[in-house]
């Protein structure tokens, strides 16, 4: 199969886009976090080919993107009114809401569970295609299961090149890494997965929230746990990832004294000098979290080499869209940090 790649602003985008679709097949949709591996998510024989081009595990459920809150009502029901909320002050925007799900929705796409994801993307020709389309798109992120995410139409190319008819161009993601996911059918509401929108941003709209375990720290791959997205190692190049803390001098003086030869330095813009003849690689400025979180897969697709065995990682600290940037970081790294202030 021949793969095109089809510029967003191109005419009649939308509309060949969204006759795959309801032709059943799959293509790739930008949006504001990452690629998506979009399908008919009514139809479970779409959704089956979705599974099949990621090499997805069958246990892990995919998000419907719908086009406006207005579709929530035809999926999901006993929508409480956080939802609504939360939909106003976000959507369309990188904001995933679990509800309970309708019996319109197939157990492919749920994995069996009786809830689902929902998110409205901040992308305006994918809720063309979504309108046009005539149903939600179960899209997953576009890389190959347990690869780092695509933020580029050309990584969904190097991914699934002769898989998929078409990727839809929408340029560089803004926020570069996946939505913020929040389990409404519980009290406390539960993040599943920290993104673009902070806990703080939800903290403030809902009152309490729960921050499950599966955030902070590494998972069993047979545990039972809520996103069992979370449960895999994840965003992770084939190599060792260590996340190596302290300031930048300390890092800097304990990563060039354990380095060896195939090892790799992801860091901070600003801390390029502190490697100077290292190779070290960039993914952001520190001082402007949002550019770290835009940056980090297209990094970690770089340093996804077979030649590189170890990579030290500077992960930014505190809230806010750092927390989600260090998530994805700790996972990759299967939560393994070295302080370099005890050990420099
Ligand atoms: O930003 C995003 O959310 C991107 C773009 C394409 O929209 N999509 C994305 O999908 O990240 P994916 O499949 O890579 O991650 C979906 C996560 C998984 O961890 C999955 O387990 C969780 O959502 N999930 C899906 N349905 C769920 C449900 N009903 N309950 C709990 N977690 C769910
Ligand atoms: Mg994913």
């Given amino acids: 199969m021949k793969t095109e790649i089809l510029s967003a602003s191109a005419p009649g985008c939308g509309e060949k886009a969204s006759a795959i679709i309801k032709a059943g097949g799959l293509v790739a949709i930008p949006t504001e976090t990452v690629y998506g591996l979009g399908a008919n998510g009514l139809d479970p024989e779409a959704v089956a080919q979705i599974f099949a081009v990621k090499g997805r595990p069958q246990d892990n459920p995919l998000i419907l993107h719908v086009s406006c809150v207005e579709e929530l009502e035809q999926l999901c029901h006993d929508i409480p009114e956080s939802a609504y909320r939360l939909a106003e002050a976000f959507w369309p925007g990188p904001l995933t809401m679990v509800l309970s799900a309708k019996d319109c929705i197939p157990k492919r796409t749920t994995a069996g569970l009786s809830t689902v994801a929902v998110r409205c993307p901040d992308s305006e020709i994918t809720r063309e295609i979504i309108r046009l389309s005539g149903v939600p798109i179960a899209a997953p992120s576009a890389n190959i299961s347990g690869k780092p995410s695509t933020t580029t139409a050309q990584h969904v190319y190097h991914d699934h090149a002769g898989k998929i008819p078409l990727i839809v161009d929408g340029g560089a993601c803004r926020v570069g890494v996946e939505s913020t996911i929040v389990d409404l059918t ?15 941003q939800l903290e403030a709209l809902l009152g309490a929230l729960t921050v499950d375990k599966a955030v902070t720290a590494s998972v069993d791959k047979d545990a039972v746990v809520k996103a069992p997205g979370m449960k895999y190692r994840h965003y992770a190049p084939q190599c060792q990832v260590l996340i190596v803390s302290g300031s930048a001098q300390k890092a800097a003086r304990w990563i060039r004294a354990n380095m060896r ?35 980090l897969f297209a990094a970690l697709r770089v340093l996804d080499d077979p030649n590189v065995k170890t990579v030290y990682a500077r992960c930014p600290e505190g809230g806010g869209v750092a927390y989600a940037v260090q998530n994805r970081l700790k996972k990759a790294a299967a939560f393994q940090v070295i302080d370099a202030e005890v050990l420099a």
């Fill in 261 to 295: 030869d195939g090892d790799r330095i992801l860091c901070f813009e600003e801390e390029l000098p502190l490697y100077e003849g290292c190779d070290a690689l960039s993914y952001g400025k520190e001082a402007e979290v949002e550019t770290l979180s835009a940056g």
């Fill in 186 to 200: 519980e009290t406390p509401p539960r993040l599943l997965r920290p993104g673009g929108v902070t806990p703080e």
